[in-house]
């Protein structure tokens, strides 16, 4: 999950929103990283996603849900936002809970 989300936040990083609109590449790689991203919150266990509340497991997973499945229909806004808002907290917080196991 760390890996992804910071080759997201990599992909980003000098781009601006308009990029989305002209760049299929960067379009693909957000848009496969956050799958991972969701994909590998499916593999903590409920056990382990309980221990850290502050994780929005839930919506992870459904957002890494909604990317792998909604093939055409993926609101460009949301996924910018998504890496450029929501991303770097999470990591942090994907972060702090690597660092205390």
Not at 24 to 44: C, F, H, S, W, Y
Request: hydrophobic letters at 50%; glycine letters at 6%.
């Amino acid at each position: 999950m760390i890996d992804a989300a910071s080759q997201a936040l990599a992909f980003v990083d000098g781009r601006k929103r308009e990029d989305l609109a002209s760049d299929l590449m960067l379009r693909l790689a957000l848009t496969k990283a956050l799958e991972i991203v969701g994909e590998a919150a499916t593999q903590v266990s409920e056990a382990g996603r309980s221990e850290f509340p502050c994780v929005p497991w839930p919506q992870i997973i459904g957002m890494g849900n909604r990317l792998a499945h909604a093939y055409f229909d993926i609101n460009q806004n949301i996924l910018w936002d998504t890496v450029q808002l929501a991303l770097p907290g999470l990591l942090e917080q994907l972060k702090a809970v690597l660092e205390s196991e």
